[in-house]
C-alpha cells in the first residue's frame, strides 16, 4: 500500500511534467521548469557524493563551470557544435575531477570543506583573471541554441530535452545507489576504516564519484550556458556551490527523491517570494538552520515521519505506540 | 620601496593571523571549522562604523560597542545552535553548514541594515602618514601592527597565566578530564566563542579605515583567515599568527611585483598545497 502511494505520487508528478506544457505556454515557466531541472541534476550528484559517500563538497560551481566554459568557449571560437562541445566539457570537468580528486578526497570533513572552498575560489579568479581565455568578467556572449535535425531547441523542445536527461541521470544514480557500488559507498560515509579492511578501495570510489558527480555538473553547465546564452564569472561563485548543498541538505540527505524535491522547492521558492529576491540568502539561511535544528533528515524526512505518524493515528488495532516516530 | 610593501604585507598579515587565531580557538574546543569567522568581522566592523560615525560615539566607547555585540552574537549561535547539536552529537559537517547558514544571515542582515555599498571610517590617528627612515608609513598600518600585538599578549597572558584561561586550554585539550576535574566545559566553550568573536571584530575595526567596509568583505577576509589558520596548524594559535603574517608578506610581494590578479589565488593555492603535503599546517601536530 505504501509502495503503491509512493509510486503514484512520483507517476503522477512525472505525467504532470510531461503534460503541462500542453495547456500553458508561459516561456517564464518553461524557464523555471529548466533551471528546477538543471538543479536536480547537480543536486543529484552531489548527493551522491555528500549524502551517501559523506564526502562534502564546495567545489559543484567549478565543475559547473568547466560545462559550462569549455562547450560554449569551443562554439563561439571554433564553430562546432553543442552535440561535441558539451561531451568534451564533461569529459574535461571529469578529468579536472580526478586530478583534483586524488590529493584532495584523501582529507575529510573539515579540510575536505576547506579545500574544495579553496578550489571553487581558485577556478573563478581563474575565469575572472585569464581574460583573452574566458573572456574575464564580462564572460561569453554569443551563445546559440542547440539544433537538433535542424531545430533550434529551445523553449518547449529545450524543455523536454531538459527532462528526458534528469529523468536519465536520476535512473543512472538510482541504479548505483541501489548496486554493490552504492553498498560500498554507504559504508565509506558510516566508517572508512572499515570499509577499506573489507576490501573497499575507499580512495578509488571516493575519485570516482567525484568525478561522476562533476560529470553532471558540468553536463547542468552547458545546458544552463545554453537556456542564458550567456554566461560570466558571477554565476560560478562558492554562493552556488553553497546552493547545491543547501538543496541536498534541505530535502534530505542520502535521499535521490529529496534532491528533486529540494531542487524544486528552492527553485521555486525565490521566485515565489517574488520580491523577496534581495533577501533569498535571508530565507535560505532561515530554513537551512530550522532543518539542521529540528529536521535533519530534511523536506523527504519530515514527510515520511509525518506519514508514519499519521499510519500510526489509524491503524487502531496496534497499541499505540510511537514506534514508527523514530 | 621593498619596505613599504613589506609593511603593507605585514599590515594585512595581522589582521588574517588575529582571524585565524579566533578561527583555531572555536577549532580548538569545539572541533568545528568556524565558517561564520569573516562575518564577525564585518560585523565588527559594521559595529564600529555605526559606533564612530552614525552615534558619533568617542572611540573607546565605539571599540566597546564592537566587541560587545559581537560576543553577545557569538554567546547567542552558541547557545541557539552549536551547543543544542553538540547534546544530541550531530554530525560535524551539520555544525559547518549550521556555520554557513549563520554567515549568509549575517551577510543578508547586514546588507539590509547598511545597505551594499562600501562605507569608510575614520583611522585611529589624525596624521595619515609618516616617515621612519626614509618609509612612508601610513599610520594606521602602525595602529594595526599595535594592537595585534597587545590584543596577543593579553590573550596569551590571559591562557597561560590565569586560571580561568587555562581552565579553558584544559576543556579544549581534554573535554572529559578538564570535565572531571571541575571545569564547566560548556562555559569555557562559550569563553573560546566570545574570545573568537571579539579578536575577529577587533580585526574588523582596525582594518576598516584600511580597506572599504560592506557586507561582502567578511568573505575574503574570512577565507585568508582559515588559510593562515590551516597554513600555520590547525591545533596552534601561534601557527595561526605565523601563518597570517606568512599569507600576508607573500600576497603583498606577488601583488607588486608579480600582478594583483595573481595574489588573491596565491593565498588559495597556498592553503591547497599546505593540506596536500603537510594537512597538520607548518606548526601544527597531527591529530589521529
Known amino acids: 500500500m505504501q509502495r503503491l502511494t509512493q509510486y503514484g505520487f512520483w507517476g503522477a508528478l512525472l505525467i504532470f511534467l510531461f503534460l503541462w506544457p500542453v495547456f500553458s505556454q508561459n516561456p517564464y515557466y518553461f524557464h523555471t521548469g529548466i533551471m528546477v531541472g538543471i538543479m536536480v541534476m547537480m543536486a543529484l550528484g552531489l548527493n551522491l557524493l555528500f549524502g551517501y559517500t559523506g564526502q562534502i563538497s564546495l567545489a559543484h560551481a567549478s565543475f559547473y563551470a568547466i560545462g559550462a566554459y569549455t562547450s560554449t568557449l569551443l562554439e563561439v571560437n571554433t564553430g562546432i557544435s553543442f552535440w561535441i562541445s558539451t561531451p568534451l566539457g564533461i569529459v574535461l570537468a571529469a578529468l579536472v575531477a580526478i586530478i583534483v580528486g586524488l590529493p584532495t578526497l584523501r582529507l575529510r570533513d573539515h579540510y575536505l570543506a576547506l579545500a574544495t572552498l579553496s578550489f571553487c575560489m581558485v577556478t573563478q579568479l581563474f575565469l575572472v583573471n585569464a581574460k583573452g581565455f574566458t573572456g574575464g568578467s564580462e564572460g561569453v556572449m554569443g551563445i546559440k541554441s542547440p539544433t537538433l535535425f535542424g531545430m533550434a531547441l529551445k523553449g518547449i523542445s529545450y524543455y523536454y530535452f531538459v527532462l528526458i536527461l534528469t529523468l536519465l541521470i536520476f535512473v543512472i544514480i538510482r541504479n548505483i545507489v541501489n548496486s554493490r557500488v552504492g553498498l560500498a559507498l554507504e559504508t565509506i560515509r558510516e566508517n572508512e576504516e572499515a570499509a577499506g579492511s573489507l576490501g573497499v578501495n575507499t580512495l578509488r570510489y571516493k575519485v570516482m564519484v567525484f568525478a561522476l558527480a562533476a560529470a553532471f555538473a558540468a553536463l547542468a553547465g552547458s545546458l544552463y550556458a545554453h537556456l542564458a546564452l550567456f554566461i560570466s564569472p558571477e554565476t560560478f561563485g562558492v554562493m552556488m556551490s553553497i546552493e547545491v548543498l543547501v538543496v541536498v541538505v534541505i530535502g534530505g540527505l542520502a535521499r535521490n527523491d529529496g534532491a528533486v524535491i529540494g531542487a524544486i522547492v528552492m527553485t521555486l521558492l525565490p521566485e515565489l517570494l517574488y520580491g523577496f529576491e534581495e533577501h533569498r540568502l535571508l530565507v535560505y539561511g532561515i530554513i537551512m538552520l530550522l532543518l539542521i535544528m529540528f529536521a535533519p533528515k530534511g523536506i523527504v524526512g519530515v514527510i515520511s515521519s509525518l506519514r508514519n505518524l499519521v499510519r500510526s493515528k489509524l491503524d487502531s488495532r496496534l497499541p499505540l505506540k510511537e514506534e514508527g516516530n523514530e | ?288
Open chain 2, 1 to 288: 620601496m621593498f619596505a613599504q610593501i613589506f609593511i603593507s604585507g605585514i599590515t594585512m598579515g595581522c589582521i588574517y593571523a588575529m582571524v585565524g587565531f579566533g578561527f583555531a580557538l572555536v577549532f580548538n574546543s569545539t572541533q568545528i571549522f568556524n565558517f561564520a569567522q569573516g562575518e564577525f568581522l564585518m560585523l565588527g566592523a559594521m559595529m564600529h562604523y555605526t559606533g564612530t560615525v552614525i552615534f558619533k560615539l568617542p572611540f573607546a566607547l565605539s571599540l566597546i560597542l564592537s566587541l560587545g555585540t559581537l560576543s553577545l552574537v557569538a554567546i547567542f549561535i552558541e547557545l541557539v545552535a552549536i551547543s543544542p547539536l553538540r547534546k544530541k552529537s550531530a554530525n560535524v559537517i551539520m555544525m559547518v553548514l549550521a556555520f554557513i547558514a549563520f554567515s549568509m544571515l549575517f551577510k543578508n542582515v547586514s546588507e539590509m541594515i547598511w545597505g551594499k555599498y562600501p562605507l569608510m571610517v575614520k583611522g585611529f590617528f589624525i596624521q595619515e602618514h609618516f616617515q621612519i627612515a626614509g618609509i612612508m608609513v601610513q599610520s594606521q598600518s602602525l595602529a594595526v601592527m599595535i594592537t595585534t600585538a597587545i590584543s596577543l599578549v593579553i590573550l596569551w597572558l590571559f591562557f597561560s597565566k590565569t586560571m580561568f584561561g587555562m581552565a579553558v586550554m584544559a576543556s579544549a585539550y581534554n573535554t572529559k578530564r578538564a570535565y572531571l576535574c571541575g571545569v564547566s566545559v560548556h562555559i569555557m566553550i562559550i569563553t573560546s566563542f566570545v574570545l573568537s568573536a571579539a579578536t575577529s571584530a577587533l580585526a574588523g575595526t582596525i582594518v576598516g579605515p584600511i580597506a572599504f567596509i560592506s557586507p561582502s568583505m567578511g568573505f575574503e577576509l574570512g577565507i585568508k583567515g582559515f588559510a593562515a589558520a590551516v597554513v600555520g596548524g590547525m591545533g596552534s594559535p601561534v601557527g595561526a599568527i605565523l601563518g597570517g603574517l606568512l599569507i600576508g608578506v607573500l600576497e603583498s610581494l606577488l601583488g607588486s611585483y608579480v600582478s594583483t590578479a595573481y595574489s588573491t589565488l596565491m593565498a588559495f593555492t597556498f592553503m591547497l598545497i599546505v593540506l596536500y603535503i603537510r594537512p597538520e599546517g607548518i606548526l601544527g601536530v597531527a591529530s589521529r
